[in-house]
């Protein structure tokens, strides 16, 4: 059996059957410096439970798999040093090794799934990288959606990625991608992109019974939920691109790859939009949890 340790709030949720919204930790533990990885983490948590949810924020803490983070254990893993970046290939050694270890999209959709929860929130999936023609860098979140019955809500794909390549595999993989409310994909800090949405819905309700529609068919997988960033938060996407480019030549330079390659282009995007990009960021993770929350509350109904 999978350790699985579930926080009291989460506990009494389940035995309630109330909406449940399953949350990562690597943007705690990987996206932002501490205390500032806290105090959002519990933003986004709140921000959950006032649109009518519990919050479930997912890690691997000494070989336990935690679905739902007591305040303590929080706090502890903000500020720890050397915590590992869970995905399919890797999660099940972290606990077998008694490891600790953040949850990437693919990784919470995993333990979501095992805890029996139907909706994710993020920021936005990893995906085709930029190059990966001759690098082969794709996430494994993009496969992870092929075969993990979860409603992942986020900014669509991260922008520092090759977006029309990302949703081309997630297609050829047959996921859903669905945009929220326009008939565009979101392009993560941008609330628009010149990608036309492969499907289109407008209430939380045709969401959660296109999940439940695609369970019953027997079919396998989940879907993502494009949903853009507040328009008031937002950074167009003409004032990204050169920032952006300028952020992928400094790391084809200092030969970064893999796993490393994300956290240096948040953190260069960062500094050369002066914080700019950050403040997006917490708007849009904020933004995803609201929506989230709602569809959670659709599958319960």
């Known amino acids: ?41 519990r933003l986004v948590e709140d921000d959950v439970r006032a649109a009518g949810a519990v919050p479930a924020t997912i890690a691997v803490l000494a070989g336990t798999l935690h679905v739902g983070l007591e305040a303590d254990e929080l706090d502890a893993l903000g500020q720890a040093t050397g ?16 490891g600790t270890g953040a949850t990437t999209v693919a990784a919470t959709m995993i333990a979501a799934h095992l805890a029996g929860i139907h909706v994710f929130a993020t920021g936005g999936i990893g995906g085709v990288h930029r190059g990966a023609e001759l690098s082969f860098d794709i996430s494994a979140d993009l496969h992870e959606l092929a075969q993990t019955p979860v409603t992942v809500v986020g900014a669509g794909a991260k922008a520092i990625l090759d977006l029309p390549k990302t949703f081309e595999v997630l297609e050829t993989l047959g996921v859903p991608v669905i945009a929220y409310g326009q008939d565009v994909l979101p392009a993560f800090w941008s609330a628009r992109s010149d990608l036309p949405a492969p499907l289109r819905m407008d209430t939380p309700e045709q969401i959660a019974k296109a999940q439940m529609t695609r369970t019953a068919m027997g079919l396998s997988g989940g879907q993502l939920v494009a949903n853009p960033i507040p328009q008031e938060a937002e950074i167009p996407a003409e004032d990204l691109r050169p920032i952006i480019a300028q952020a992928l030549e400094e790391a ?11 956290p240096f282009l948040l953190g260069r995007i960062f500094e050369l939009t002066e914080g700019r990009s950050l403040t997006a960021n917490i708007a849009l993770v904020r933004n995803n949890a609201r929506l989230a929350a709602q569809i959670a509350r659709a599958f319960t109904q």
Not at 83 to 98: F, N, P
């Open 252 to 262: 084809d330079q200092a030969g970064i790859s893999a796993k490393a390659v994300t």
């Open 83 to 98: 915590v590992a970046k869970l995905s399919r290939a890797d999660m099940a050694a972290c606990l077998a090794t008694g």
């Open 1 to 41: 059996m999978i350790p699985i340790t579930y926080s009291a709030e989460v506990a009494a949720a389940r035995a309630a059957g109330r909406p449940i919204v399953a949350l990562e930790s690597t943007i705690i533990t990987h996206g932002m410096p501490f205390p500032q990885n806290v105090e959002t983490a």
